[in-house]
C-alpha cells in the first residue's frame, strides 16, 4: 500500500506560481510512475502530468505544456508539479496519483490516489 499526500495548494494571481507536492509512504515509491491530474467543478479528472520511476521521462497535458514541470525525489519519496504562469482555467482540484512504472495519462492504470489540493487561480 502507498499513501500520497498533497500539498502546496492555494490562491494565486493570474500568472503567478504555485508547487505542488505529494509526499508518498512507504519504501516502495521508486517502483511507481507518478502522475498529477485535476479536477475543476462539474468536469472530468483531466491528465496534467506523468513521470517515470527515474524521473528521465515525463509527460505533459496539452493545455500545461511549456508551464508546468513534474519532477520527483526518490530519496525523499515525493513528487513535485511547478506550475508558472497560471491561467484561471488552472482552478481545480489537483490529486497526486501512483501507478505501474510506464509513464501514461490513463487515470485507470493509476492505483494510489491522494485526496487532492485546492488551486485557485483568480484573473
Known amino acids: 500500500q502507498v499513501q500520497l499526500v498533497e500539498s502546496g495548494g492555494g490562491l494565486v494571481q493570474a500568472g503567478g506560481s504555485l508547487r505542488l507536492s505529494c509526499a508518498a509512504s512507504?519504501?516502495?515509491?521508486?517502483?511507481?510512475?507518478m502522475g498529477w491530474f485535476r479536477q475543476a467543478p462539474g468536469k472530468e479528472r483531466d491528465f496534467v502530468a506523468a513521470?517515470?520511476?527515474?524521473?528521465?521521462?515525463?509527460l505533459y497535458g496539452d493545455s500545461v505544456k511549456g508551464r508546468f514541470t513534474i519532477s520527483r525525489d526518490n530519496a525523499k519519496n515525493t513528487v513535485y508539479l511547478q506550475m508558472n504562469s497560471l491561467k484561471p482555467e488552472d482552478t481545480a482540484v489537483y490529486y497526486c496519483?501512483?501507478?505501474?512504472?510506464?509513464?501514461?495519462?490513463?487515470?485507470?492504470?493509476?492505483?494510489?490516489w491522494g485526496q487532492g489540493t485546492q488551486v485557485t487561480v483568480s484573473s
Open positions: 512507504g519504501r516502495t515509491f521508486s517502483r511507481y510512475a
Open positions: 513521470i517515470n520511476r527515474s524521473g528521465a521521462s515525463t
Open positions: 496519483a501512483g501507478g505501474g512504472g510506464l509513464v501514461t495519462p490513463r487515470p485507470y492504470e493509476y492505483n494510489y
